[in-house]
Structures are given as C-alpha cells and as structure tokens.
C-alpha cells in the first residue's frame, strides 16, 4: 500500500502529515506507525498527522506519537496541519479543526505562519516539590491540551534533559500516563527559553508548542510576566504565546509561530519494516 505524504516543521517541531480523507490509511496499527516515525528506517518524524473527515468542523486532526500511540492535541503540529489542510483544499485560512479530546481547535494561516487558538489549560498545580535521586526538584504542572510540567532552571543548555526529563516524566506523582517535561530559564521583559522531554518522542523534543503555552501561563500565573510571550525553541525558532488576563488566570490562549513544507514523498507501507533482516 502506498501512501503520499508531505514533511513539515513548526518552529523545528517535525511531522509527517497524511491526507486520510479517504481513509484508507492504517492508522490503529501502531506498530506500523511507529516504524513510519523511526528516525533511520522510516521517514522520521516527531509526530504523525492524518487529516480526516469531520462532520463537525473543517477536518479531524489525528495525532499519533513516535511509538505509534495517540494524543489529544500538539500544539505546532495543529499548526502544521492548518497549512496542510489549506495546501490540500480541506480548508480555507481560516479554519476549525476536530481534536481528539480538546473539542474544536480554530487556526488562521496567513503569509507569516500559522496561528492556533489553545484550548483552555486545567488541572494547575502550582508549587510542587519532587524528589529524583534524593534531589528536590521545584515545579509547576499545568494541562494546555496534554499534561506539562514546568521547571524553572537558570541555564537551560546545562541541564540533562534526557535524564532527568525522564526521571520527571515518569515520576510516581504522575502515574499512570506520565507527563511532558519542561525546563525554562524567564527572562524579563517577557521572554523565555525552553527545551523540553515529550512524552511519546521519548526523547528531547525540537520544540513543543504545548510546552510552550504552559510555561507562559506559569510565568504570567507565578512570576508576575504579562502577554504576549516570546519563547525561544531549542531549534532557535520563536513562539508567541499571547491570550487575556481574567480572574486572575491566563485564558483565549494563542499560539503562533512559523511553519515550514520541507518535502513531498510517497512510502510503500508493505515495505516497511521496524527492523533489518540479519544473516
């Protein structure tokens, strides 16, 4: 079975993208999908993004990790996909998208990037104290669409992501789905830079647009910052976090920031495999 695809990059976060309005493609079989993500035997890629019908909006985003599992909403890969759908005539520049479990999702494509209206963040935690390795960690977790936990460092680039990403990323608190991890260094006048462990890359992230808006919300919420935001990506791309202060809490959050078709292909899914075979 082969499949045309297109490669894309929001802010250095990557994708591979899908026109599923047909539905032919096997997108439950994660397995399958997993080896299409994989970095050195399939096309590689942080995400995989099908569009598909929807009898609610524009198009239905489908959203699968790496490892094949799926998630209710990313951030830069909404973006992604709002161009996509609009470079496949899906969708017009202004657009609604179905999301798996965070409703409908609007989006405005324009010649400058992609912007996309965030669903509203839940779950605030704010002031946690964590133990990893019989060290105190200080954090803030906050759900903007999937779950984040915010750690305020002073120098991003001396951090062991990997490690300790993992370490908070699978820690007993956040049991039994784990969360996203985010280390963040605020700088006045409201910029930030982050780099960020993903849940379902299993691994550092080129960047995260959740991640973003969760810790913008956490430094407008905590540390007295105020919107729009500007954070600086691991890739060195920049986001902006802008929405309203109303009751003392962040809310009609946007993400916006640019987007890049990088190329178009076509994979012979039959072909695929997750390994090589050994004489």
């Known amino acids: 079975m082969k499949i045309k695809f297109t490669k894309m990059h929001g802010a250095g976060n990557d994708f591979v993208l899908i026109d599923d309005r047909s539905g032919d493609v096997p997108w439950e079989d994660y397995f399958l999908?997993?080896?299409?993500?994989?970095?050195?035997?399939?096309?590689?890629?942080?995400?995989?993004?099908?569009?598909?019908?929807?009898?609610?909006?524009?198009?239905?985003?489908?959203?699968l990790n790496p490892d094949g599992s799926e998630v209710a909403l990313c951030g830069n890969g909404a973006r992604c996909t709002a161009a996509f759908a609009c470079a496949i005539g899906a969708a017009?520049?202004?657009?609604?998208?179905?999301?798996?479990h965070c409703g409908l999702v609007g989006a405005k494509v324009s010649d400058d990037g992609v912007c996309v209206w965030m669903p509203e963040p839940t779950n605030r935690e704010y002031g946690l104290e964590l133990t990893v390795d019989g060290a105190l960690i200080k954090a803030d977790f906050i759900n903007t669409g999937v779950p984040h936990l915010v750690v305020q460092v002073p120098n991003v680039n001396t951090v062991d992501v990997d490690n300790l990403g993992r370490a908070l990323r699978l820690h007993p608190v956040f049991e039994p789905h784990g969360t996203n991890v985010n280390f963040?260094?605020?700088?006045?006048?409201?910029?930030?830079?982050?780099?960020?462990?993903e849940r379902g890359v299993e691994a550092e992230s080129g960047a995260c647009g959740t991640g973003a808006v969760a810790c913008a919300v956490v430094a407008v919420e905590t540390a007295g910052f105020t919107l729009p935001i500007n954070v600086k990506t691991p890739s060195g791309f920049d986001l902006e976090v802008d929405g309203d202060w109303r009751k003392q809490q962040c809310t009609g959050l946007t993400l916006t920031g640019p987007i890049k078709f990088v190329y178009a292909g076509e994979v012979d899914l039959d072909e695929l495999k997750l390994g090589g075979d050994v004489d």
Do not use: H, W
């Open 33 to 63: 999908m997993a080896a299409l993500a994989a970095r050195r035997t399939g096309i590689g890629c942080e995400g995989i993004i099908l569009v598909q019908n929807s009898d609610k909006a524009d198009f239905k985003m489908r959203f």
């Open 92 to 100: 017009g520049r202004d657009l609604t998208m179905e999301t798996l």
């Open 184 to 197: 963040v260094n605020f700088r006045a006048p409201n910029r930030m830079t982050m780099r960020t462990y």
